[in-house]
């Protein structure tokens, strides 16, 4: 019986990386995981670390430190390598520093002959999504970033404690860049079928736009807080990053908020954001256009605008 080799390549194997791997096993989510990084004593040890939990796990996975050969037959390519921002380097000089470290993965991975999906998690990442579908040459439905996945489950466990629901029940999204410019259209927030405006009118007070606000505000700045407490993030990158895995492994046209480039839609061309899309087999089937109003509207422009900005100055 031909049984399906779900195969992952995880290039960058520090904090986000391997949070993600672990995710992986516990999860049972491929058959095959191959970890890349420039510093390959690292990927060896990590290699063995997780073979060392095989036996916990339930799982049969194959894990192993590789090269860029390895990701010929691979069906997602993952990024979360990067430089980290030196003291008193411009976000410009950072993110110019980060394109060559993409050069030098992304080429030799196409190099391979690899056909699958890449996924980005590297920051900012709509803009190094943006750079790996520039340097792969691939179709952009089939690169995609971790977008506001993240934000956007920040957001439904909030809003969750918030209303005193279940956050699987809350469905609202954060979109725009994964940074200052993201925000929550509100008017398209739901409980269940019932909208959160309408949950507010109703409740005389106890849940007011206020409150909301300021709950988008804490989805905003959560990045910063858990920097400054514990100097990186990665549990919840590598969970997000997981969901997405599965969503494509699995072919299972879910709705997940990644960095997808837009072609049209929201009046916008040509720019890598974060906007609610179906996940398949194929990458990103659709970009899903919700019903903004015109201030949400300006609002995912100024912050389109932002990335095309970034984008484009890094050819000055
Ligand atoms: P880290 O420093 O722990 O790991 C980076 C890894 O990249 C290291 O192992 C390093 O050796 C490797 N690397 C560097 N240059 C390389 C190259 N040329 N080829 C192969 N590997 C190379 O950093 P981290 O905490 O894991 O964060 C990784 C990235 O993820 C950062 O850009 C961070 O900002 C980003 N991040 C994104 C999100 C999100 O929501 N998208 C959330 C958290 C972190």
Request: aromatic share 6%.
């Given at each position: 019986m031909k049984r399906d080799n779900r195969k992952i390549a995880l290039i960058g194997t520090g904090m986000v990386g391997m949070s993600y791997a672990y995710a992986l096993l516990n999860q049972s989510v491929c058959d095959e995981l191959v970890l890349i990084d420039v510093n390959r004593e690292r990927a060896v040890g990590e290699?063995?670390?997780?073979?060392?939990?095989?036996?916990?796990?339930?799982?049969s996975m194959k894990i192993y430190a590789g090269s860029y050969r390895d990701c010929t037959d691979a069906d997602i390519a993952v990024i979360c390598a990067g430089v980290a921002q030196k003291p008193g380097e411009s976000r410009l000089n950072l993110l110019k520093r980060n394109m060559t470290v993409f050069?030098?993965?992304?080429?030799?991975?196409?190099?391979?002959?690899?056909?699958?999906?890449?996924?980005?998690?590297?920051?900012?990442?709509?803009?190094?999504?943006?750079?790996?579908?520039?340097?792969s040459g691939f179709n952009p439905r089939r690169v995609l970033g971790t977008g506001t996945a993240?934000?956007?489950?920040?957001?439904?466990?909030l809003l969750g404690e918030y209303l005193r629901v279940d956050?699987?029940?809350?469905?609202?999204?954060?979109?725009?860049?994964?940074?200052?410019?993201?925000?929550?259209?509100?008017?398209?927030?739901?409980?269940?079928?019932?909208?959160?405006?309408?949950?507010?009118?109703?409740?005389?007070?106890?849940?007011?736009?206020?409150?909301?606000?300021?709950?988008?505000?804490?989805?905003?700045?959560?990045?910063?807080?858990?920097?400054?407490?514990?100097?990186?993030?990665?549990?919840?990158?590598?969970?997000?990053?997981?969901?997405?895995?599965?969503?494509?492994?699995?072919?299972?046209?879910?709705?997940?908020?990644?960095?997808?480039?837009?072609?049209?839609?929201?009046?916008?061309?040509?720019?890598?954001?974060?906007?609610?899309?179906?996940?398949?087999?194929?990458?990103?089937?659709?970009?899903?256009?919700?019903d903004l109003n015109d201030e949400e509207l300006k609002k995912l422009d100024q912050s389109c605008q932002t990335l095309k900005r970034c984008y484009e100055e890094l050819d000055d």
């Open positions: 290699a063995m670390d997780l073979n060392h939990g095989l036996a916990f796990s339930g799982s050069q030098s993965i992304v080429d030799p991975i196409t190099a391979s002959g690899f056909n699958g999906i890449f996924l980005v998690a590297t920051n900012p990442v709509d803009v190094m999504t943006h750079i790996t579908c520039a340097i993240l934000d956007t489950a920040r957001l439904r466990y956050p699987r029940n809350v469905h609202a999204y954060v979109i725009g860049e994964h940074g200052d410019t993201e925000f929550v259209p509100w008017s398209q927030a739901m409980v269940a079928t019932k909208s959160v405006s309408a949950l507010c009118d109703e409740s005389h007070g106890s849940v007011c736009a206020g409150d909301l606000e300021k709950i988008s505000e804490e989805v905003r700045t959560a990045a910063y807080k858990i920097i400054e407490a514990k100097n990186a993030t990665y549990y919840g990158i590598g969970m997000a990053m997981t969901r997405i895995t599965k969503a494509i492994l699995g072919d299972e046209h879910s709705v997940l908020t990644v960095s997808a480039m837009l072609r049209g839609e929201y009046g916008q061309n040509g720019v890598f954001v974060g906007v609610p899309c179906i996940i398949n087999q194929n990458g990103i089937q659709r970009v899903l256009t919700l």
